[in-house]
C-alpha cells in the first residue's frame, strides 16, 4: 500500500551529504553505486545509430537484443539460454519494484526477499498489496510458502557470492513449495575471488527453468546506469506473462537503448577493461579502510565494501563526512546492517585516491586541507 511505504532512505540522509561537500577538498561520494566512467565507445555508437526511431517499440525488444543476451547468458554464464524468453526492462529497479504486481500478487500473499538487501524488494511487495517477508538466510524461508521469494547474489550490501550448491538447495526448496524464486544477478559479472553462478545454470537448476527467474542489469556491467537497460529471463510462461501484462501497460525499452543493450551485450573487452578499474579501487580502499582501523568484512563479490568499527553506523557516516568521505548507512539495508556501512568503490580514481588520504593517520579530518 502506499501509505505503508517507507520514507525514501536518501532524504533522511541530507545533512551528512551536505556537511561532507563541504569539505575543501570536495566530497568523496562512496555512498553510491552508480558509476562515474565513461559509457563504451561501442555503445554510444550503437545508440546513435539507432536514434532515427519514429515508431513505437515493441515490448519484447529486438530479435537482435533477444538473441545477444541469450548469447552473453551462454558465453559469459554457461547456461543454456532461449532468446524467446528474453524480456527487457526498463531499468532492473523498475521491474523489482512492480514484478509483485504484474504477476498479481496481492492480499494474501506474501514476499520473501533478504532481510540486509535494497529496499526496494519490500516496497514491491507493499506496491501490490502482499506482505513484505524479509528472511536473514535461504534457509529461513523454510516453514514460510510466499508467492515470489527474491535472492540477491551476488550481494548488495555485502559483497557476498553464492556457491552453486548452496543455490541449487535453495532452488529444490523453492520448487517442492511451489514458490517463485527471482535472483536479482546485476553484479554477477563483478565477482572478484568467487565464480559467478547463475540460477539458471544447468547444475543450479538441472537445465530447467520452471520457477525460475533472473534479472540482469548492464547498469554497472557497461556503465549504463542512465540508460535504464536491463532484463529478465527464465521460466518461459512467467516471461509470456510478464510481456502481456507489460503490453497493456505500455512498459516499453526504447528502440536507440535497445540497439545500445545489443552492442553491449555483445562485446566483452569492456567489460574485462572496467573490471580491472574496480579491482584497483577495491585494493586501495580495502587497505585505506584496514588501516584505518575498520574491520572491512569478507567479500568476494560486488562493487562495495561492508566496513565496521563496532559503533552505530550513523556515528561511523557522521565522523567520515567530517573528513568529506560519504559512505551508505548499514541501516538502510536493514535492522541487522545497524553497525556497519556500505563503501561503494564506484568513484574515479582521483577521488578514491583523496578517500585513500583522508583515511590515513595524517590525512585531514576537518576540511582543512584540499586532499
Given at each position: 500500500?502506499?501509505?505503508?511505504?517507507?520514507?525514501?532512505?536518501?532524504?533522511?540522509?541530507?545533512?551528512?551529504?551536505?556537511?561532507?561537500?563541504?569539505?575543501?577538498?570536495?566530497?568523496?561520494?562512496?555512498?553510491?553505486?552508480?558509476?562515474?566512467?565513461?559509457?563504451?565507445?561501442?555503445?554510444?555508437?550503437?545508440?546513435?545509430?539507432?536514434?532515427?526511431?519514429?515508431?513505437?517499440?515493441?515490448?519484447?525488444?529486438?530479435p537482435?537484443?533477444?538473441?545477444?543476451?541469450?548469447?552473453?547468458?551462454?558465453?559469459?554464464?554457461?547456461?543454456?539460454?532461449?532468446?524467446?524468453?528474453?524480456?527487457?526492462?526498463?531499468?532492473?529497479?523498475?521491474?523489482?519494484?512492480?514484478?509483485?504486481?504484474?504477476?498479481?500478487?496481492?492480499?494474501?500473499?506474501?514476499?520473501?526477499?533478504?532481510?540486509?538487501a535494497?529496499?526496494?524488494?519490500?516496497?514491491?511487495?507493499?506496491?501490490?498489496?502482499?506482505?513484505?517477508?524479509?528472511?536473514?538466510?535461504?534457509?529461513?524461508?523454510?516453514?514460510?510458502?510466499?508467492?515470489?521469494?527474491?535472492?540477491?547474489?551476488?550481494?548488495?550490501?555485502?559483497?557476498?557470492?553464492?556457491?552453486?550448491?548452496?543455490?541449487?538447495?535453495?532452488?529444490?526448496?523453492?520448487?517442492?513449495?511451489?514458490?517463485?524464486?527471482?535472483?536479482?544477478?546485476?553484479?554477477i559479472?563483478?565477482?572478484?575471488?568467487?565464480?559467478?553462478?547463475?540460477?539458471?545454470?544447468?547444475?543450479?537448476?538441472?537445465?530447467?527453468?520452471?520457477?525460475?527467474?533472473?534479472?540482469?542489469?548492464?547498469?554497472?556491467?557497461?556503465?549504463?546506469?542512465?540508460?535504464?537497460?536491463?532484463?529478465?529471463?527464465?521460466?518461459?510462461?512467467?516471461?509470456?506473462?510478464?510481456?502481456?501484462?507489460?503490453?497493456?501497460?505500455?512498459?516499453?525499452?526504447?528502440?536507440?537503448?535497445?540497439?545500445?543493450?545489443?552492442?553491449?551485450?555483445?562485446?566483452d573487452?569492456?567489460?574485462?577493461?572496467?573490471?580491472?578499474?574496480?579491482?584497483?579501487?577495491?585494493?586501495?580502499?580495502?587497505?585505506?579502510?584496514?588501516?584505518?582501523g575498520?574491520?572491512?568484512?569478507?567479500?568476494?563479490?560486488?562493487?562495495?565494501?561492508?566496513?565496521?568499527?563496532?559503533?552505530?553506523?550513523?556515528?561511523?557516516?557522521?565522523?567520515?563526512?567530517?573528513r568529506?568521505?560519504?559512505v551508505?548507512?548499514?541501516?538502510?539495508?536493514?535492522?541487522?546492517?545497524?553497525?556497519?556501512?556500505?563503501?561503494?568503490?564506484?568513484?574515479?580514481?582521483?577521488?578514491?585516491?583523496?578517500?585513500?588520504?583522508?583515511?590515513?593517520?595524517?590525512?585531514?579530518?576537518?576540511?582543512?586541507?584540499?586532499?
Amino acid at each position: 500500500m502506499i501509505s505503508e511505504l517507507p520514507a525514501f532512505p536518501w532524504t533522511v540522509f541530507a545533512p551528512y551529504w551536505q556537511r561532507a561537500e563541504e569539505h575543501a577538498g570536495g566530497i568523496v561520494n562512496l555512498a553510491l553505486g552508480t558509476p562515474v566512467d565513461p559509457t563504451p565507445d561501442v555503445v554510444r555508437h550503437a545508440l546513435a545509430e539507432a536514434s532515427n526511431s519514429p515508431g513505437h517499440p515493441p515490448v519484447e525488444g529486438t530479435p537482435a537484443l533477444r538473441e545477444a543476451a541469450a548469447g552473453w547468458l551462454t558465453r559469459r554464464l554457461g547456461l543454456t539460454a532461449d532468446a524467446e524468453a528474453v524480456l527487457p526492462v526498463l531499468g532492473t529497479k523498475e521491474l523489482i519494484a512492480w514484478l509483485p504486481t504484474l504477476l498479481g500478487a496481492g492480499a494474501g500473499d506474501s514476499v520473501a526477499f533478504p532481510a540486509l538487501a535494497l529496499s526496494t524488494y519490500g516496497v514491491g511487495a507493499r506496491l501490490a498489496g502482499a506482505t513484505p517477508l524479509p528472511v536473514a538466510t535461504p534457509e529461513d524461508l523454510h516453514g514460510h510458502s510466499p508467492r515470489i521469494a527474491w535472492l540477491n547474489w551476488p550481494s548488495n550490501p555485502e559483497g557476498r557470492a553464492a556457491s552453486a550448491e548452496d543455490l541449487r538447495k535453495t532452488v529444490d526448496w523453492a520448487r517442492a513449495h511451489g514458490v517463485l524464486l527471482v535472483n536479482d544477478e546485476c553484479y554477477i559479472e563483478h565477482c572478484w575471488d568467487a565464480e559467478p553462478v547463475s540460477i539458471l545454470r544447468p547444475d543450479v537448476c538441472g537445465g530447467d527453468h520452471t520457477g525460475l527467474l533472473a534479472v540482469h542489469s548492464l547498469s554497472k556491467r557497461s556503465n549504463l546506469a542512465g540508460y535504464r537497460a536491463g532484463f529478465v529471463t527464465g521460466d518461459p510462461s512467467v516471461v509470456a506473462t510478464l510481456r502481456t501484462v507489460r503490453k497493456h501497460a505500455g512498459m516499453a525499452m526504447p528502440g536507440p537503448v535497445c540497439a545500445a543493450m545489443t552492442a553491449a551485450l555483445g562485446d566483452d573487452a569492456h567489460v574485462d577493461e572496467q573490471r580491472q578499474r574496480y579491482l584497483r579501487r577495491r585494493a586501495l580502499l580495502r587497505e585505506a579502510f584496514t588501516a584505518a582501523g575498520f574491520r572491512v568484512e569478507p567479500a568476494d563479490a560486488a562493487l562495495f565494501l561492508w566496513v565496521t568499527r563496532d559503533e552505530s553506523c550513523w556515528d561511523t557516516v557522521r565522523e567520515l563526512a567530517e573528513r568529506g568521505i560519504l559512505v551508505s548507512p548499514g541501516e538502510f539495508y536493514g535492522e541487522s546492517g545497524e553497525w556497519h556501512v556500505r563503501a561503494a568503490f564506484t568513484a574515479t580514481d582521483e577521488r578514491i585516491e583523496a578517500a585513500v588520504s583522508r583515511l590515513s593517520p595524517g590525512g585531514c579530518c576537518g576540511g582543512s586541507c584540499h586532499c
